[in-house]
C-alpha cells in the first residue's frame, strides 16, 4: 500500500510542471476574475484541490476496477462532455462577474460558477497527459484500493504546484487585470468548447462506424456456406465437405464448375468459398467471398475457419484470398 501511494506521489511530483502549464491557463484567470485577498485564494485553492481529489479517488478506483477496459473512445467521450460544462462554467463565471463590478442584479442560476470545488471537480476529468499517465499506471495494479492510493498519492504531489498559484490574490487589486483575466477566460472557454466538440464528434463517429459494421464469425453453426469448385477437384472437395459438416448446422452447398465465369449472388447470411483459379463475376464487392488457392491442403482451410473472424460494414461484403 505504501509503495503504491509513494509511486503516485513521485509521479505527481515528475509530472507536476505538465499538470501545472495544463491547468495554470483555467485557473489562473478564475482567480483573478474577482477581488480576493491573500487568505481567500489560498481558501480558494483548497476548494479546488478538493473537487480535484474527489475527481481523482473515482477514477482511481475505476481504473483499479476496470483495468485497461477503459478504452480511449470512453476517454474522448468523458473528456468532451467534461470539456462542455468547463465552457459553461467559465463563460457564466466570466458574465457573473462582469454584471457584479457593474453594480447589476447577478442572477441566482449564476452562483454555481463561483464553486472553487467544482472548478476543481471539472478540471479533474480532464484527460490531461499528467492524468492519462496516471490512469495508465494504475490499469495494471489491480483492485480498486490500489487505483485510489495511486491516485492520492498523484493528487499530492501535483497540488504541490498548484499552491503558488494562491499568490495571485495579491493581483486582484488591480482592475485592468481582472478585465484582462475575464476576457482570457471566455477565449479559454471557446477553446475548450471547440475541443470538447471535436471530441465528442470523433466518438459518434467512431460509434456510428462500430454500428454501421457486422462481424462474421467463420465458425458460427448457423452460417451458411457454398464451396464452388472445378468437376475435376471432386475427390479433394468431398474431404472438406465432410469437415465443414462437423462446423455448420446446415450442409455446406456444393457448386461444381466446368468452365467460364462463375455469377455471385448476395443471399443473406452466407459465405462463398471459391477455387482462386475460377472466374467470378457480378457485384463482388455486396457478397462474402473466400478465395482459396489450395484445395490440397484442407487442414489449413478448417484452421482458418475456426480462427478468423471478420468485420465488414453492412451495405459491403468480405472478400477475403487465402
Not at 507536476?16 to 495544463?22: D, E, H, K, N, P
Not at 481529489?53 to 485497461?68: E, V
Not at 458460427?220 to 465437405?241: A, E, M, R
Amino acid at each position: 500500500m505504501i509503495k503504491t501511494l509513494v509511486e503516485g506521489f513521485l509521479l505527481g511530483l515528475s509530472t507536476g510542471s505538465v499538470c501545472l502549464a495544463t491547468c495554470t491557463p483555467i485557473y489562473l484567470p478564475w482567480l483573478i476574475s474577482e477581488d480576493r485577498n491573500l487568505r481567500k485564494s489560498f481558501g480558494k485553492i483548497l476548494e479546488i484541490s478538493a473537487g480535484r481529489f474527489i475527481s481523482y479517488i473515482i477514477f482511481g478506483a475505476l481504473a483499479g476496477y476496470l483495468g485497461s477496459n477503459i478504452k480511449q473512445m470512453n476517454r474522448e467521450l468523458f473528456t468532451g462532455i467534461s470539456y462542455i460544462f468547463l465552457t459553461i462554467f467559465l463563460l457564466v463565471n466570466s458574465f457573473r462577474t462582469t454584471r457584479h463590478d457593474k453594480k447589476c442584479l447577478v442572477p441566482k442560476w449564476s452562483s454555481f460558477s463561483q464553486s472553487a470545488f467544482m472548478l476543481g471537480l471539472l478540471t479533474g476529468i480532464n484527460f490531461c497527459p499528467s492524468f492519462l499517465i496516471a490512469l495508465t499506471n494504475s490499469f495494471g495494479l489491480g483492485g480498486v484500493l490500489a487505483g485510489v492510493l495511486l491516485f492520492i498519492g498523484f493528487f499530492v504531489g501535483t497540488t504541490l504546484f498548484l499552491i503558488p498559484l494562491a499568490f495571485t490574490g495579491l493581483l486582484t487589486a488591480m482592475p485592468l487585470l481582472k478585465k484582462i483575466a475575464r476576457i482570457a477566460s471566455i477565449l479559454i472557454a471557446v477553446w475548450f468548447f471547440y475541443k470538447g466538440i471535436v471530441s465528442l464528434n470523433h466518438y459518434y463517429t467512431e460509434q456510428k462506424e462500430i454500428r454501421d459494421k457486422v462481424e462474421i464469425v467463420l465458425n458460427d453453426p448457423s452460417l451458411k456456406v457454398s464451396l464452388v469448385f472445378l468437376k475435376t477437384d471432386s475427390l479433394l472437395v468431398q474431404t472438406l465437405i465432410d469437415s465443414l459438416s462437423e462446423i455448420y448446422a446446415e450442409k455446406p452447398k456444393i457448386i461444381q464448375f466446368d468452365k467460364g465465369k462463375y455469377k455471385v449472388q448476395r443471399s443473406g447470411n452466407e459465405v462463398n468459398l471459391i477455387d482462386s483459379r475460377i472466374e467470378i463475376e457480378g457485384d463482388t464487392l455486396a457478397v462474402h467471398i473466400i478465395r482459396i488457392n489450395d484445395l490440397k491442403n484442407p487442414h489449413q482451410i478448417l484452421e482458418f475457419i475456426r480462427n478468423y473472424n471478420f468485420k465488414v460494414r453492412k451495405d459491403k461484403g468480405l472478400y477475403w484470398v487465402m
